[in-house]
């Protein structure tokens, strides 16, 4: 690795670019007119909170195409990740590959959001084993085996995991990356 | 790094796992009556060799659904990976972003010919930031900030490249991979 270089940051999709869970929300409303509660989701997965007619639903809902095509942008995300790709080397790295019709979904969605991101600097894969710096992410599988800095970013699932310098938003991300 | 981990191998698909440059072949000659001579194609990339009036013609063709989908596989790429992949921790990781439509694709291609290989073991990338011991490709541009060991894959465009370590064919990978 070459020292002279803008430090690399790879920033995950889903739960932190992404709103997917205020898709799950509005879906299970829509089709099943059941009331998922962000309060019932702390320090739990979506699986963990379905009522059981339902606990088997979820997965067949992601793999339909065009459900990662529509997802609102978190918050700021816009504003910060330009910022950030002024300052450093953003990649955008996401675990899309568990989800084989995602592919196409995801690549729209960064283009029309994200414009300014390359193609070259757009991974979608399973495993992170990536040589970057730094880590945006809310799942801390993505951290086992990264030795850079961790960011994890706030998600219901993680509010209990204590073990990580975490960012509750992309203001908090930009008040650590942008500020000096 | 962990050092106790088996050695990552990031291997590349285009003209490494596949026969891209037959596809070339086979759909000049049957759109254009075009013979195209792999002895004309020392050192050089295909568009260099093309006549005239055909070398805006193939990045079209590249982005078609479907190019990549019925590629050859390079010869005893399936038999080699299979065993590289019991002894190290194999990832298949390809340029695919530069070519939208080819994801699905390249993901159905890997699935039929490299069943052994998980999702999670799959890398659809631009640049190659990767944290491996080996990689095995045929462009130098993936090498530039990679510090492993680099094995480029004898392919007629990196013909005149003498200054890395080579492979002509999956043989010859074996042979360096496998014999210890």
């Not at 995801?106 to 390359?118: M, T, V, Y």
């Not at 070259?120 to 990264?146: A, E, Q």
């Amino acid at each position: 690795m070459s020292t002279k270089r803008k430090l690399r940051i790879a920033i995950d999709m889903d739960e932190v670019l992404a709103d997917t869970i205020d898709k799950f929300i509005e879906l299970y409303k829509q089709r099943h007119q059941t009331e998922i509660l962000l309060a019932d989701m702390h320090g739990k997965e979506i699986t963990e909170i379905l009522p059981p007619h339902l606990s088997s639903s979820l997965r067949p809902y992601i793999n339909e195409k065009g459900f990662f095509r529509d997802l609102k942008v978190m918050p700021d995300a816009q504003e910060v990740v330009k910022a950030l790709h002024e300052k450093y080397d953003v990649y955008i790295a996401s675990a899309a590959m568990e989800f084989a019709n995602s592919l196409e979904d995801k690549q729209a969605w960064l283009n029309e959001h994200f414009p300014f991101i390359s193609w070259t600097n757009i991974i979608f894969c399973g495993h992170k084993i990536l040589d970057v710096d730094i880590m945006i992410d809310d799942r801390t599988k993505n951290f086992v085996t990264f030795n850079g800095r961790k960011l994890l970013f706030t998600s219901p699932h993680n509010a209990l995991i204590n073990n990580f310098e975490r960012v509750n938003n992309w203001q908090e991300v930009a008040a650590k990356l942008l500020s000096t």
